[in-house]
């Protein structure tokens, strides 16, 4: 499999939900997205209101995420600056919303939480690519995680942050709970062409564009674990766009030459779509 083409982008996120009111409300009060269309049981949202990027979905009956289950380990929202990412924080905590954590990765700052389904998210920015650590053999990135200067980050935005998240605000990355990491990594890797950036203990990070990850994937607590049921809520589909048409045939064929089956998707714009080695849906589709 050759590499993937280097524009990939994450372009949207579908979750399904146990309450599409309270997810909404969350999301666009909470979060800061703009609500772009809301149907029976659907909702779209977005930091842009021409590019929906999260697609919610309503389960009718909905029953808890097995723990230990394989599926999502948080959607990460990129901001365009910290002092972006400083609003959002102040937002998320002027409505009462608690953050379960906060790390320094080096090549990003980031905050954790979760939604009222538990699924997780990650508020980041990115700092400058030429101040990425490189690692020794030239390949990949330095991944760290060290704590937060939360004081400093806060100092960015003011006391009283805007309502809405900062236009430009995208997907950055998605990161998967697997049930084991050498093959999902193999599969990222060899069958769609991702290259490996870093690697923890249990835990591997991909990317397109030498991006330090739009995957990550850990087994932390998912080793040897099946997915959630459907009628738990979580992750129901990644869509990655792509340069051009040609992007997407190469992918179709790369993953052929690897001998995936393609996921059966209906509709003009359907693209390519797969299913990883542990039946995660993604879509790929052309800019």
């Excluded at 991944?143 to 400093?152: G, H």
């Excluded at 950055?172 to 890797?189: E, M, N, Q, T």
Aim: with cysteine; glycine share 10%.
């Amino acid at each position: 499999m050759s590499t993937i083409d280097p524009a990939l982008r994450i372009r949207s996120v579908s979750l399904a939900v146990g309450d599409i009111q309270r997810s909404v409300d969350f999301y666009e009060r909470v979060l800061g997205l703009a609500l772009i269309d809301r149907q029976q049981g659907r909702a779209q949202l977005g930091a842009d209101s021409a590019q929906p990027a999260l697609l919610l979905e309503e389960i009718a009956a909905p029953t808890p995420v097995p723990v230990g289950s394989t599926g999502l380990f948080h959607v990460a929202w990129l901001h365009p600056s910290r002092a972006a990412l400083a609003e959002s924080v102040r937002r998320v905590l002027g409505a009462g919303w608690r953050f379960e954590g906060a790390s320094d990765h080096g090549v990003s700052e980031a905050l954790y939480l979760s939604d009222p389904d538990g699924l997780g998210i990650e508020l980041y920015a990115d700092r400058p690519r030429e101040r990425w650590q490189r690692r020794a053999d030239g390949n990949g990135v330095v991944m760290v995680t060290e704590p937060l200067d939360l004081d400093d980050l806060l100092a960015q935005a003011p006391e009283q942050p805007a309502v809405a998240m900062a236009p430009g605000t995208v997907v950055g990355h998605i990161h998967l709970k697997v049930s084991d990491v050498p093959r999902a990594s193999a599969f990222y890797r060899d069958a769609l062409g991702l290259q490996e950036q870093a690697q923890l203990p249990s835990a591997a990070f991909l990317s397109a564009g030498g991006y330090h990850h739009h995957v990550g994937l850990n087994s932390w607590q998912s080793a040897g674990a099946q997915p959630a049921p459907d009628s738990a809520p979580g992750l129901r589909c990644v869509e990655f766009a792509l340069g051009d048409a040609q992007a997407v045939e190469a992918v179709e064929r790369g993953l052929a030459d690897a001998g995936w089956d393609l996921a059966q998707e209906s509709g003009e714009d359907a693209g390519v779509s797969v299913r990883d080695p542990d039946g995660q849906l993604l879509a790929f589709m052309g800019a």
